[in-house]
T-cell receptor, first 116, second 113 residues
Framework: NAGVMQNPRHLVRRRGQEARLRCSPM?????VYWYRQLPEEGLKFMVY????????ESGMPKERFSAEFPKEGPSILRIQQVVRGDSAAYFC??????????????FGEGSRLTVL | EDKVVQSPLSLVVHEGDTVTLNCSYE??????LLWYKQEKKAPTFLFML????IEKKSGRLSSILDKKELSSILNITATQTGDSAIYLC?????????????FGQGTTLQVKP
């Protein structure tokens, strides 16, 4: 679903650098979710945000990872001091209503982070 | 711990075959089960199931939920090469509005001409 835009599509970082991944939800969607997909594994929930609020960050590591969804602009997933284990595809999804109500998420094409 | 398990993990068939993909779950607070298709890009939504025994259909794809068995199947009839993809099963956690989907590891389907 091209409506959810993620960038960059590919990002290469060296250990210790910072990675910033951006997500613009579909027009009119105020619910944003970040998921991580490790090689050979399923998608794992990281964080759920509404405009200016973090609703659920239970899947996000407590250190080095942070997420925001400001009033204006895209949602940003920030990984500080990246390590090799952070290499993964990071998917953003958005929904018009909370997923618990509709069940349908619209996914972006993902940002593939490679840490050297 | 909540989990979703899919089987088989991978499957190779020929065009025209019918396939059945399985999904079982253990979730404390089940709300709905969803199927997604992931080609090389974004997962795309296929079905959402909330009630047992009611089949959802879309063309050659259909799915049904069995809440007693805590499972669901996704059927694809008369497969085509364009059906080659990873099929993801996910369960929606109904506790509050967390929006947290618990995904299985996916079934990789390859349809050969």
């Amino acid at each position: 679903n091209a409506g959810v835009m993620q960038n960059p599509r590919h990002l290469v970082r060296r250990r210790g650098q910072e990675a910033r991944l951006r997500c613009s939800p579909m027009k009119g969607h105020s619910h944003v979710y970040w998921y991580r997909q490790l090689p050979e594994e399923g998608l794992k929930f990281m964080v759920y945000l509404q405009k200016e609020n973090i609703i659920d960050e239970s899947g996000m590591p407590k250190e080095r990872f942070s997420a925001e969804f400001p009033k204006e602009g895209p949602s940003i997933l920030r990984i500080q001091q990246v390590v090799r284990g952070d290499s993964a595809a990071y998917f953003c999804a958005s929904s018009l209503l909370a997923v618990a109500n509709t069940g349908e998420l619209f996914f972006g094409e993902g940002s593939r982070l490679t840490v050297l | 711990e909540d989990k979703v398990v899919q089987s088989p993990l991978s499957l190779v068939v020929h065009e025209g075959d019918t396939v059945t993909l399985n999904c079982s779950y253990e979730v404390t607070n089940f709300r709905s089960l969803l199927w997604y298709k992931q080609e090389k890009k974004a997962p795309t939504f296929l079905f959402m199931l909330t009630s047992s025994g009611i089949e959802k259909k879309s063309g050659r794809l259909s799915s049904i939920l069995d809440k007693k068995e805590l499972s669901s199947i996704l059927n694809i009839t008369a497969t085509q090469t364009g059906d080659s993809a990873i099929y993801l099963c996910a369960v929606s956690d109904g506790s509050g509005n967390t929006g947290k989907l618990i995904f299985g590891q996916g079934t990789t389907l390859q349809v050969k001409p």
